[in-house]
């Protein structure tokens, strides 16, 4: 089982120095006023992954104001390699974020991703349905990168193509040469993109089929874009030879209008509940977390049976917006998943139901104090 027995952080949002250790490899619950700094810890584990962490933030966001010296972010986890140390914090000399793995620089953050995998809902997390597809669409190739560390290199190719035949298009006088080969590549790269969205979907869907639907309905994943609606009906390369005759076709469009008006850039993630058969941006505001919690749950699961260790969870004031009775079911499920969850809440009494065996902390002004279970 993978999980964190120790996190130490330095400089970090509102910690000047912080340690936690003794943890316990269920669950650890962190109570406290809004604003004790409960987020900024689960904020600080979201980042000993690859990526921005939990609120997608710069680096310059992380540095606690009153001091100099750089954050950083240091842990030891067990995992089915053993025992490791990881680390994080900003290179100021290069201005980026660098990661140690015993003790030695990584050559890049995906090689976390070997390690373990973390997933994370956060309060921010509540309008994924009625916001417009964009967060949809990053929602999902964020759990397709848990299985496939390539997919954000390939999104970034396609988006650096994307962003050069813009400005081609907008200046105007662009060789049709040169116009082809960055069409090409987009093509190319986002039907690789496409592909692995559309076999994650698929599996994710099965793993869905097979969660009990009693608290956390049962969700029907869809893709709707150019490209993998292509890839449902034919061919990689028919559908590559489609995608790169509608970008040569949309030039003088796109040169008005800027970007492109097809791509994977525009997918949607479509989620519907299926029992009642009802798109979740027009279901109530519990049914939409019910079916958000599902599909973390349910990708938990998926790498649980397809990594064979279960994700460290991140959930940020999850309990407190659900029911005793659902409240109940998510522990049960959480449980039976077997892996590390973080819990953060203001009031210890939603927690009663976690097992007693968990790290209780009450968090107050930086400083972290042990509690006994609710």
């Given at each position: 089982m993978t999980a964190i027995t120790e996190l130490r952080l330095r400089n970090f949002r509102s910690y000047t120095e912080a340690c936690l250790t003794g943890l316990a490899s269920s669950f650890v619950v962190l109570t406290g006023d809004n604003g004790a700094g409960k987020t900024n810890i689960l904020e600080a584990i979201s980042l000993l992954s690859p990526g921005k962490g939990l609120r997608s933030a710069d680096l310059t966001d992380f540095q606690n104001r009153e001091m100099r010296v750089p954050w950083g972010i240091t842990a030891r986890v067990n995992t089915g390699y053993g025992e490791i140390a990881v680390g994080t914090g900003k290179d100021t000399e290069k201005n980026r974020r660098t990661v140690t793995i015993q003790g030695e620089q990584a050559k890049s953050q995906s090689a976390l991703s070997e390690y373990f995998s973390c997933l994370w809902l956060t309060p921010q997390m509540d309008r994924l349905f009625i916001d417009a597809s964009g967060a949809r669409r990053r929602f999902?190739?964020?759990?397709?990168?848990?299985?496939?560390?390539?997919?954000?290199?390939?999104?970034?190719?396609?988006?650096?193509?994307?962003?050069?035949?813009?400005?081609?298009?907008?200046?105007?006088?662009?060789?049709?040469?040169?116009?082809?080969?960055?069409?090409?590549?987009?093509?190319?790269?986002?039907?690789?993109?496409?592909?692995?969205?559309?076999?994650?979907?698929?599996?994710?869907?099965?793993?869905?089929?097979?969660?009990?639907?009693?608290?956390?309905?049962?969700?029907?994943?869809?893709?709707?874009?150019?490209?993998?609606?292509?890839?449902?009906?034919?061919?990689?390369?028919?559908?590559?030879?489609?995608?790169?005759?509608?970008?040569?076709?949309?030039?003088?469009?796109?040169?008005?209008?800027?970007?492109?008006?097809?791509?994977?850039?525009?997918?949607?993630?479509?989620?519907?509940?299926?029992?009642?058969?009802?798109?979740?941006?027009?279901?109530?505001?519990?049914?939409?977390?019910?079916?958000?919690?599902?599909?973390?749950?349910?990708?938990?699961?998926?790498?649980?049976a397809e990594k064979g260790s279960p994700p460290i969870l991140l959930l940020d004031e999850v309990a407190a917006h659900l029911d005793p009775s659902r409240r109940k079911s998510l522990y049960d499920l959480l449980s039976h998943i077997g892996g590390q969850v973080w819990m953060t809440g203001t009031e210890a009494e939603i927690f009663r139901g976690v097992p007693e065996k968990s790290s209780f902390f009450t968090v107050d002004s930086g400083h972290f104090l042990p509690q006994k279970a609710a």
């Open positions: 999902l190739d964020r759990m397709v990168f848990t299985f496939d560390a390539g997919h954000a290199g390939r999104i970034t190719r396609f988006e650096n193509a994307l962003a050069q035949r813009s400005k081609l298009l907008k200046d105007g006088n662009a060789s049709p040469v040169w116009l082809d080969s960055l069409e090409k590549q987009m093509a190319e790269t986002a039907v690789a993109v496409a592909a692995a969205r559309i076999d994650f979907v698929d599996r994710l869907q099965k793993v869905c089929d097979r969660r009990p639907s009693k608290d956390f309905p049962i969700s029907e994943l869809a893709l709707g874009g150019l490209v993998e609606e292509g890839l449902q009906r034919g061919s990689a390369l028919s559908v590559e030879e489609e995608y790169r005759s509608h970008l040569k076709k949309s030039r003088a469009e796109d040169g008005i209008n800027g970007g492109a008006s097809a791509g994977i850039h525009r997918t949607d993630f479509c989620i519907t509940y299926r029992e009642k058969n009802m798109p979740a941006h027009e279901c109530s505001t519990g049914e939409q977390k019910a079916l958000l919690i599902g599909i973390v749950l349910a990708h938990a699961d998926l790498i649980n």
